[in-house]
């Protein structure tokens, strides 16, 4: 979902602009790692991220960037190269940093990327207190504050994230930083949470779009907060992503519940004795009839358990795009029906041959 990953940022450029002039502000923009899914991105990405930042840079009034576990090499980060583009308000936060600790509001704020601990030799927790021990002596009177990062709190719940979390993730209490600081905000999980552990509100503000089974039934929002008076006042403004929902399998379903104005994914679970030839050409029927269903997942299942989905897809261009031996005159966008038709029967007579396929 590359492409709605684009139009999501370029969303927040705009909806800032707005809010801006409504509002005769400035704001600040806060980036909390995993800018990229992997860290060799492709050259035209890196490029397009350059565009963006230079576009960012002239809405807001400070930018703040810090890498996450996505972007994290052996030699530095995926996202170095924003080092290098000479915006005077993008502060980029990496282990080479001089000052991790800015002053907003009068408020110290902390901002700590992710980072391999095994290799620097320091944990998550003596990072911390080494950046943050003297700044209570630059505002106006000592007072706790706020820490940005990309960390894995051990009360956090997650989803698809959990199977990247290794130990050299940034996994920490953040309670055990109660004494610094009032709130902690991080990256890293993707499901928006908010709670509290001893005296330190914890607040995962999640990813801007869905990308799992784990995402189904989750509203997706970004953040706007401001800082007053040892206290994060925040606002929640929902993101236009792609919904996740679950549905069962009624060939006679026609959607109506769906809202035409958002744009879903289906994850549809059928019983084992559905005809396989059958469900493939209702579900083909539905995606003409509803342009909005941008995917059908296909599963086994009777309701209860998103695990049986299978990585088939049931879209337009890419139509059962990880099932092996597909034609690869299906990966060119102007795919034509015919060519779709005949790879559905393909599909069904591949997985008549081989019936351990739908569990691959």
């Not at 719940?157 to 130990?167: A, L």
């Not at 342009?291 to 139509?319: A, C, M, R, W």
Request: overall charge negative; proline content about 4%; some cysteine.
């Amino acid at each position: 979902m590359e492409s709605e990953t684009k139009n999501l940022l370029e969303w927040v450029l705009t909806i800032s602009e707005e809010y801006i002039s409504k509002n005769s502000c400035f704001l600040n923009l806060i980036f909390l790692g995993d800018w990229f899914h992997y860290n060799n991105p492709r050259f035209d990405l890196i490029m397009w991220s350059i565009d963006y930042f230079q576009k960012a840079s002239k809405i807001f009034n400070k930018i703040f960037f810090i890498p996450g576990n996505h972007d994290y090499r052996t030699d530095g980060y995926s996202t170095d190269f924003l080092k290098k583009i000479s915006l005077s308000n993008l502060y980029y936060y990496d282990m080479l940093s001089d000052n991790y600790v800015e002053i907003i509001d009068d408020t110290p704020v902390l901002f700590v990327p992710f980072f391999d601990a095994e290799k620097f030799e320091i944990s998550y927790s003596d990072f911390v207190r080494k950046q943050f021990e003297n700044v209570g002596s630059t505002t106006k009177t000592p007072k706790k504050g706020i820490l940005f990062g990309h960390f894995y709190d051990k009360y956090a719940k997650v989803g698809s994230e959990t199977n990247i979390i290794t130990k050299k993730t940034g996994d920490v209490a953040l309670e055990d930083f109660s004494d610094l600081f009032f709130a902690a905000v991080s990256g890293h999980v993707h499901t928006h949470q908010i709670y509290k552990s001893k005296d330190i509100e914890i607040i995962y503000p999640g990813s801007l779009q869905s990308f799992t089974a784990h995402d189904i039934g989750k509203e997706k929002k970004l953040m706007l907060f401001e800082i007053k008076d040892n206290n994060i006042d925040i606002e929640w403004i929902y993101s236009p992503a792609t919904v996740f929902i679950k549905r069962e399998f009624n060939p006679v379903d026609t959607f109506e519940d769906l809202d035409n104005t958002k744009e879903y994914v289906i994850y549809l679970l059928f019983p084992k004795n559905t005809d396989i030839k059958e469900l493939v050409s209702i579900c083909y029927n539905w995606k003409q009839k509803h342009p909005n269903i941008k995917y059908i997942h296909l599963g086994y299942g009777n309701g209860n358990n998103s695990s049986n989905y299978q990585n088939t897809y049931v879209s337009d261009e890419d139509f059962v795009n990880s099932i092996p031996h597909f034609p690869e005159i299906l990966l060119n966008n102007s795919c034509s029906q015919p060519d779709l038709k005949s790879y559905v029967e393909y599909l069904i007579k591949v997985c008549e041959s081989q019936p351990n396929l739908v569990h691959s």
